[in-house]
């Protein structure tokens, strides 16, 4: 700008010289040159000032596109980071997934083993007990265990805890099967009728307890069963297989129940540890 000023100066000066020494026709030529001098000047100022301008507003964009640039980079930081989150989530999951499928197969293995053996007890006291009918004793599976059930006719004599000749009998081929298999748990569960007793007993609980213990008793001391694998409860007429209305119902509910049951401590110890942590 400065530059142009002084040229516009230098052409005013020699303006002024050349009018003293030349003709006017020259000197209108001179003047028109150095209006036409001035003119483009002026536009080359007006065109740098419009120059500047742009370069202030080019400025300008290229900051708002560089905190874009910064922005989307920032997004795509937080884009990669949930990414690699959700994937790492992914894999947990996964693993999750196949260590509860390898719980599951060995639960599955584990209850079809227990339930092989369940049958097998059922079927070692049923080959056992061959020889007694089957109004005196049954034997069957229920929830999971053998159920041997002795009815009163079979072991004692009405209002008795004493055990007949012929129960004992039965005990006894019970118990050979209970000592070959030191696996099985052994419940003793009495129970009556509904009718009240009378006589040696206060009532049907005492005679119901009465009868489980007698016949622990005789497994344990006569047949030497294992006495940490029994245990003797008596149910009183609370625990009905049929209606106490009827003479043959109530005949049917004083019975004797020993439910046998494969130890389950595998089982068990699966269910309760973590996955994948069976068979360590």
Not at 147 to 173: D, R
Request: charged letters at 20%; one cysteine or more.
């Amino acid at each position: 700008m400065k530059t142009i000023i002084k040229l516009s100066g230098v052409f005013a000066v020699s303006i002024l010289f050349i009018m003293g020494c030349v003709p006017k026709r020259e000197l209108r030529a001179s003047q028109a040159t150095a209006q036409q001098l001035r003119d483009d000047s002026a536009r080359l100022a007006g065109q740098v000032g419009s120059l500047q301008s742009n370069i202030g507003q080019l400025k300008q964009q290229i900051g708002d596109l560089n905190k874009k640039v910064e922005d989307l980079n920032n997004q795509a930081g937080m884009l990669s980071s949930d990414a690699a989150q959700k994937q790492s989530q992914l894999n947990m999951s996964k693993e999750q997934i196949a260590a509860q499928q390898k719980r599951l197969a060995e639960l599955q293995d584990l209850m079809a083993r227990q339930k092989q053996a369940i049958e097998q007890i059922r079927q070692k006291m049923t080959d056992a007990l061959v020889g007694f009918n089957s109004n005196e004793l049954s034997v069957a599976i229920k929830n999971g265990k053998v159920y041997v059930s002795l009815q009163e006719n079979l072991l004692f004599p009405s209002g008795s805890a004493t055990v007949n000749p012929k129960g004992k009998e039965a005990l006894g081929k019970l118990a050979q099967v209970l000592n070959n298999n030191p696996e099985i748990t052994v419940d003793i569960e009495g129970h009556t009728d509904s009718i009240p007793i009378r006589g040696r007993y206060q009532d049907n609980w005492a005679l119901s307890t009465a009868r489980a213990t007698a016949i622990v008793r005789i497994l344990t001391v006569d047949y030497t069963v294992d006495p940490t694998r029994v245990i003797a409860s008596g149910h009183s007429s609370y625990d009905p297989v049929q209606p106490n209305s009827t003479a043959d119902g109530r005949a049917l509910n004083r019975r004797t129940e020993i439910i046998l049951t494969p130890k389950l401590d595998e089982l068990y110890q699966l269910l309760e540890s973590g996955p994948g942590t069976a068979g360590q």
